[in-house]
């Protein structure tokens, strides 16, 4: 039997209609109720699952997420494969909203979050290596996949996870700038890290959402993000359409 390939779904995402539905799956976990169920079913020709970060209903906000629950379930259904869908805001200049990114680094400014499945009954401290947090094979796919569409693109930048619920003030972007990051998003983490502890192939595709705070005049709005994610996800779907038949389902 061939491995399913998973999609989390972020906010914009709480459904994938190019998805042919099998069936729903609710599962409890040695961590806690994953976000929703898991829908299964078939994109492209290959057994899909996929996964609403936020809940079925946008109900569950960042630092609220049992990232836990829904990587150990995804990984005990036999998913070796994640692609991580992500709404985020544009820091570098060549990040405007609607753009698809797909990032190589993460900054990590989350806290109070469970981060790690090595924290009881240790028989020796465990440390991933995490130099690249994400897979080189599957980025590598859905950047050739994007290229083959002609899809408005970038192929690499640094990813900030921030503790959320809010918005960052303009002085807290104007710092992860120096620091390096590219985009912000709340989510990235501890899923990224998660992924690497069980041994998942994990990549993450960011649709930017809206410019981050401070780098144009005004307030950032719901309305705006979620405009902004229509067009944006309606890219994604196109994409994983294109990707998910090419990756290896080893
Ligand atoms: N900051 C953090 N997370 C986000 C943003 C943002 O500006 N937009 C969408 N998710």
């Known amino acids: 039997m061939t491995a399913p390939m998973a999609v989390i779904g972020g906010t914009g995402l709480a459904s994938l209609d190019t998805l042919k539905i099998a069936h729903r799956e609710t599962r409890a976990t040695p961590y806690g109720e994953p976000s929703s169920p898991l829908i299964w079913g078939e994109l492209a020709g290959q057994t899909v699952v996929f996964l609403a970060r936020h809940g079925q209903h946008h109900t569950i906000p960042p630092h609220k997420i049992n990232y836990r629950a829904n990587l150990w379930v995804l990984h005990h259904v036999g998913v070796r494969q994640v692609i991580a869908v992500a709404a985020v805001g544009g820091i570098r200049a060549d990040m405007g909203p609607g753009t698809l990114a797909f990032p190589d680094q993460i900054v990590d400014y989350t806290w109070g979050r469970h981060s790690t499945f090595f924290d009881k009954d240790l028989s020796h401290v465990t440390h991933i290596d995490f130099t690249e947090p994400y897979s080189a094979a599957l980025r590598e796919r859905l950047i050739q996949a994007a290229r083959d569409l002609q899809l408005d693109a970038r192929e690499t930048c640094t990813y900030a996870a921030m503790q959320g619920p ?27 890290a998660l992924a690497r502890e069980l041994g998942l192939r994990y990549a993450a595709c960011a649709v930017v959402a809206n410019w981050a705070a401070g780098k144009v005049p005004g307030e950032i709005t719901m309305a705006e993000i979620e405009r902004n994610l229509v067009a944006g996800m309606d890219k994604v779907k196109t994409l994983l359409m294109r990707v998910i038949p090419v990756l290896e389902s080893a």
């Open 166 to 192: 809010r918005l960052e003030t303009a002085a807290e972007i104007r710092r992860l700038e120096r620091d390096g990051c590219d985009i912000v998003g709340m989510t990235g983490m501890p899923e990224a």
